[in-house]
Structures are given as C-alpha cells and as structure tokens.
C-alpha cells in the first residue's frame, strides 16, 4: 500500500536547466541557501545518454551531492496499447530511465497524467486523456509496469488541460482518485494546474477541488506560472496557458496554502521552463513559498489543536472557505 | 469509441489529417487547435535552433515548411531534438523544392547542419580501434565546408544567399568530437584521406596501412610521410592514444 511518510521529504526545490546549471548549484552551496534550494528535479529525457559537454555538465551536478528527482514529459501513461490489458512503452526510453535513476538513486519518479505518444510516435505535447474508466484502466496498467520495473514509486501529475476529448464519465477529480487507488501509486500535485483548469473550464473552485482529492497521496507539488489569454492558429481561444514561463500569481500561491494547510507533503518545487529570468528572482519566488510554507504549518496546527487530530480529507466550512474563482 | 481508436484520431489531428467527426466531435477538434498550434510553435523554435543557416535561407516559407514536417515527419524518439532529425529529407523532396525554389544544395546543408548537433551530442562511447570514436562521414554533392563559410561571413545580400544556387562539386567530410575539448571539428577528406581513416578505423596501424598501400600502387613506403600524418592525425585528436 502506498505510503508518502515512508518516502524522503527533501523539502523545497527548483527545475534544473541547462542556462541556469552553474548559478543553481552556486546558491546551493551558499550560505544564501537557507533551505530554498534543497534538491533539484531533472526531466529524465533531456539527461539519458549523455555524452560530450552535457555529460561533463551533468557530472558537475552529480557531484555537487544535490538530490535529483526526475519528472518525465515522455513516459506518456495516457497512452492506450493496441490489444486492451498490456501496458503500452518504449522500451529505449524505459531502460535509459532505469539506467539514469539507479544512477542519482532516485526515491521516486513521475509524469504527468496525459498522452504524449499514439503507438510509437512521439506527439511533443502533453495531449490530453478522457475521463473514462476505460483510461483509468489503461492508466492504471501503464503506472503498475513503471513501478515494477523501476523498483520506485510513481506519481502522477494533474496536467493541465483545454479538452476532456469526449464526455466525461467522471469528474476530473474523481478520474486522479481512481488511478491513485488502482494503480496505488502518489500523487505530485500541480497547483498552478489547479487554477488552469478552474478557470479555463469553469468546473470548480479550486478548493472544492482539492477537498475532493485524496491528500494523503499527495508526495510532491509545483508551482508554476501561467500566462493569460491564448489563441490557436484557427482562432480558438482559451483563457490560460499552461507555460512554466511567467511568475507565480496570487491565487497559486493561496491554492499551494490551502493545500498545505490540509495536508504536509515531501517536496514542493518551484517550476520554471521558459521565459527564465535571473536566478536571483527564481530564490525570490523561493522564499515567498517558503513564507506561505510556514504559515500553512501554522494554520495546520491551530487546526489540529481546536480541532483535534483530523484526517487530510475532514474538514471544517468554517476553516475552510474557497477561494474560489 | 475504445480510447485507442480516440488517440489514432487524436494523432491524425496532430498531422494536420482529415479527423473522424463520429470520435473527435468539432467542440474537440476545435479545443485541439490549441495543442497543433503550441506544437507547431515549439517545433519552429527548436528547428531554428538547430538549424540557423536552413532558417536563413528558408525565413520567407518557414512557416508552411514546418507545418510540412510536422505533419509527414513524425518523430519516434522521446528525446526532443531528435524530432528535427529529418529536416534534411522534406528539402530533398522534388515537390518541396520546386514549391519554395530554395538554393540547389539546402538539403545537404540540413543534413551538415544536422550532423554537427548529433556529433556534439553524441553518447560517450569507448574507443575500440585509435580512431576518435564520435565521428561521422558524409560524402556531399556540393562543398558545403565552402558554403557554410559563405553562408556565415557573406555580405551579399539576403535575398541573393536566398536564391543562388552553388555549382555541384563532390565532397566528403569527416566529422567528429575533439574528446579533448569536446567541441566538434571537421574537414574535408581526399579518396586518400579516407583510404586512412577507414583502415585505422578498422583497427589497423598506421604502417601497416601506409605499407599495404604502397604495396597495392607498386610505390615506394615513405616513413617521413607516415610519422608527419601520425603527427597531423595525433594534433587534430583524430587518432588517438
């Protein structure tokens, strides 16, 4: 049975890129370094097979002694195989990922809740997956072969979406819930995909939300920014986009305190893909998770003691009104 | 509609096809624009990248070509870069290139400009013989070493560069990793050349190959000339120790 108290609790930490590399591990061994970088998350794909200055770059890192942990964008969970009951892979990249998480002895590993591969072609998008029984199903056996072969717990992440392709036959909420209980698998919790979503769609408040999920899964969280407004080449228009490229707004940082105020959870990262600013802005945005970090741990405990020792799932409508949209 | 026949629709409509309306409603494929359109966003974005002298060439037609790829060059690699792999095969098509009318030698400088990414990225690998072991050979219709410097330095203008074509003159070049700096290098290989760097690539020694030449032409062994290539071949971390 899945256990995130039994898993390490590495604390707060950023997305490893390439243009940020020598700065990242510079402040990690500063004493600027208060617990804001604590380890850093790398996207297996983009470090499998090194070779030549990447390979002398990766070994920098390695030896810096930071905890790694990898995300993947291309393990692609979503993805149905053709005869209904197998688990559907790659079997290059799964063995290039066993090599690279044995090699940084990673506690676990994760990707996100979504299909980026139809067959054996690779869709460079994390496209989205019905919420259907039938891909719980399929999600549920893909996750199942990842953590036997890798030896080390998944987590799916809650992506964010702009289509649910057909009619759902559950709610976004109840679809997560479903993988996590039978595939038995954690849960890395986007906040900032939260917000994309309630907002893109309207469908809830992103408290509501949370309520509805099981917390207890939840091992590790990002945070992200998101840019707003949106049009395809064919003129739809969505509210968000989903970018890791812009600064964390507001109401991300208030849903990461309402989730921290519920539950703890191992790891919080802060992520940032495009757009990159100075480091030095990066270790802001650090220390104001940091700052709604210590204020959830306050709000956590005031709770427990007027309210006794409450599961991650009880709550109280007094304590805990939405913020909603 | 079982999820797999969902996802072959799905992926039609990420290839720019005609979708199925009975398994992907208009709402969906409408709400799917989004994804073609940040796919085809990013892969213009990482094409420039990889190929900067293709894009100044190409910058008026850019657009359409990668709409062009996107669609017939799906990519089976998880790893990123790789799905710029092919660019060098949608130039080489008769049609393409008589749509867009672009310099006679443009998909042999994809493919040049191709191989210096691969060879940089490369996965380290042990030597087996004294050759550098990250290294390519392409033999090209055209001196692309000569137009790559034109393309770099030229002051012509940019619609001339855009149109001119390069008269045919064969070459054959040999790529590889310096494992000492770890930049790329190349140069350009006489039939000569690549008589050599085939033979110590198959594990022979240098004398050896000099000798059996030698032996093969009825021409006399000059060791001066073999210690002075060893030298050359030693400076340039071709051959290795």
């Given at each position: 049975m899945f256990d995130k108290d039994k898993l390490i609790k590495p604390g707060l930490g950023l997305g490893l890129r390439r243009g940020l590399t020598d700065e990242t591990l510079e402040f990690y061994k500063s004493p600027d370094n208060t617990g804001l970088i604590e380890w850093l998350e790398i996207v297996p794909e983009n470090y499998i097979k090194l070779g030549g200055v990447k390979a002398k770059k990766f070994q920098t890192v390695l030896d810096s002694k930071i905890k790694l942990i990898p995300h993947g964008v291309n393990l692609s969970i979503g993805t149905a195989p053709e005869k209904p009951g197998q688990p559907s892979y790659d079997p290059y990249l799964i063995d290039a990922c066993k090599e690279l998480f044995q090699e940084i002895d990673a506690p676990w590993f994760s990707d996100h809740l979504s299909c980026t591969r139809v067959g054996d072609i690779y869709l460079q998008n994390l496209l989205p997956i019905p919420f259907t029984q039938e891909t719980v199903n399929v999600v549920s056996d893909n996750v199942k072969f990842l953590q036997d072969t890798m030896q080390i717990p998944f987590l799916i992440e809650n992506p964010s979406f702009y289509s649910t392709i057909i009619e759902p036959e559950m709610t976004e909420a109840q679809f997560i819930n479903s993988i996590l209980e039978q595939a038995d698998c954690g849960l890395l919790l986007d906040v900032n995909n939260i917000y994309v979503n309630a907002t893109n769609h309207n469908c809830y408040s992103p408290v509501e939300f949370l309520e509805q999920l099981k917390l207890d899964r939840v091992v590790q969280v990002h945070i992200a920014g998101h840019l707003q407004g949106y049009r395809s080449h064919t003129g739809h228009s969505?509210?968000?986009?989903?970018?890791?490229g812009q600064a964390i707004s507001q109401e991300v940082y208030t849903i990461l305190e309402e989730l921290l105020a519920r539950t703890t959870v191992n790891a919080i990262l802060l992520e940032r893909d495009s757009n990159f600013p100075a480091l030095r802005e990066l270790v802001e945005e650090l220390k104001t998770i940091k700052n709604v970090i210590a204020r959830s741990n306050a709000t956590r405990q005031t709770r427990k003691e007027k309210y006794g020792t409450l599961s991650d799932t009880t709550r109280n409508p007094q304590v805990y009104a939405g913020t909603g949209n | 509609m079982a999820l797999y026949q969902i996802q072959q629709e799905i992926l039609k409509s990420m290839q720019g096809q005609e979708t199925d309306p009975q398994t992907l409603p208009a709402k969906t494929q409408e709400e799917l624009s989004i994804y073609y359109s940040l796919v085809?966003?990013?892969?213009?974005s990482l094409m420039q990248n990889i190929y900067p002298l293709c894009y100044k060439i190409l910058e008026p037609s850019w657009n359409e070509l990668m709409i062009q790829y996107q669609n017939k060059y799906p990519s089976k690699s998880a790893v990123y870069n790789k799905l710029a792999a092919d660019f060098h095969?949608?130039?080489?098509?008769?049609?393409?290139?008589?749509?867009?009318?672009?310099?006679?030698y443009l998909s042999e400088l994809a493919l040049y400009e191709w191989t210096e990414l691969e060879i940089y990225n490369a996965p380290n690998i042990q030597a087996t013989t004294k050759l550098t072991p990250v290294h390519q050979v392409l033999q090209f219709t055209y001196p692309l070493t000569t137009i790559v410097q034109y393309l770099k330095t030229s002051e012509d203008s940019i619609e001339e560069i855009q149109t001119t074509d390069i008269e045919e003159e064969a070459q054959i070049s040999f790529f590889y990793r310096d494992e000492t700096s770890l930049k790329n290098?190349?140069?350009?290989l006489t039939p000569a050349s690549l008589f050599v760097v085939r033979a110590i690539g198959s594990g022979k020694g240098l004398e050896e190959i000099h000798k059996s030449f030698c032996e093969q032409f009825n021409l006399q062994v000059d060791i001066e000339a073999i210690n002075q290539l060893q030298k050359d071949l030693q400076a340039a971390n071709i051959l290795i120790d």
């Open positions: 969505i509210e968000i986009l989903d970018t890791h | 085809l966003s990013s892969l213009s095969k949608l130039l080489a098509e008769p049609a393409v290139q008589e749509k867009y009318n672009y310099p006679n290098r190349s140069f350009v």
